[in-house]
Nanobody, 123 residues
Framework: QVQLVESGGGLVQAGGSLRLSCAAS????????MGWFRQAPGQERDIVAA????????YYTDSVKGRFTISRDNAKNTMYLQMNSLKPEDTAVYYC????????????????WGQGTQVTVSS
């Protein structure tokens, strides 16, 4: 079992930045692909970014390319999402997730989920 805890969410104005962190604990010795998802009220939970277990591959949904950067530090069992140039449409609950695969881009491929952290971008 792997436990994931997100942090770093908050309220920012459009154009601002936030850095989300995801701390993993438990059985972290296994290799996991990891990702960030987000869900707005009444909307489907969608992929934001994903990263392979070794950090060598990354994926970004089109709407965040050039603005968000995913990274991970396996020595610290932590994953990050740097979010720049935030827009009101980025407002959502952001979830950290881990998959028992090299990399994954669909929610059904993920085995472990954090509780989520709220990101609100005002205009």
């Amino acid at each position: 079992q792997v436990q994931l805890v997100e942090s770093g969410g908050g309220l920012v104005q459009a154009g601002g930045s936030l850095r989300l962190s995801c701390a993993a604990s438990g059985r972290t010795g296994r290799s996991y692909g990891m990702g960030w998802f987000r869900q707005a009220p009444g909307q489907e939970r969608d992929i934001v970014a994903a990263i392979s277990w070794d950090g060598g591959r990354t994926y970004y949904t089109d709407s965040v390319k050039g603005r968000f950067t995913i990274s991970r530090d396996n020595a610290k069992n932590t994953m990050y999402l740097q979010m720049n140039s935030l827009k009101p449409e980025d407002t959502a609950v952001y979830y950290c997730a881990a998959a028992t695969s090299i990399i994954a881009t669909m929610s059904r491929q993920y085995n472990y989920w954090g509780q989520g952290t709220q990101v609100t971008v005002s205009s």
